[in-house]
């Protein structure tokens, strides 16, 4: 016969510590990918932003299984008036999450109403961080999977 040297609530408790910390983990990974993405768009030289709205319009935020930010990034870009932007950015973000999501998500968005005629033009907004997050989170998973 086996007998366990533990009790149910040690168990529960053993198992509640490791969620957190894969809780963290996970939200650490997307702020950092989040991060990225926003550098990588924030920084193409592959359009003329005259007013700083288009490259103050990118922004993420991390969502975390309740449907909560628990981090985000929106900013002006430097040495322009971008307000617009930033507020276009963090109004398309709310009313993305308002979708219900369920599990994690990192939103990466550009709120100007014209980003996509943009990048329509053959310009790149956000569709080469877009590129960079799918192939990081490949990686990311394939490494917290085997870690898990």
Not at 94 to 104: E, K, R, T, V
Request: glycine residues 6%; aromatic residues 8%; hydrophobic residues 40%.
């Amino acid at each position: 016969m086996i007998k366990a040297n533990f009790t149910n609530a040690q168990l529960t408790q053993m198992l509640n510590n490791r969620a957190k910390l894969i809780d963290k983990a996970i939200i650490m990974r997307l702020t950092k990918l989040g991060e990225e993405c926003v550098n990588l768009a924030r920084n193409s030289p592959d359009y003329t932003d005259r007013t700083g709205n288009l490259r103050s319009s990118i922004g993420y935020a991390v969502v975390n299984t309740d449907g909560e930010i628990v981090h985000q990034n929106f900013e002006k870009a430097v040495g322009t008036d971008g307000d617009e932007g930033v507020s276009a950015a963090e109004s398309l973000i709310l009313w993305l999450i308002d979708s219900n999501f369920d599990g994690y998500a990192l939103v990466v968005v550009a709120g100007m109403d014209y980003a996509y005629y943009v990048e329509s033009t053959g310009r790149d907004v956000l569709s080469s961080a877009e590129h960079y997050a799918e192939n990081r989170m490949s990686i990311i998973l394939r490494e917290m999977t085997k870690n898990i």
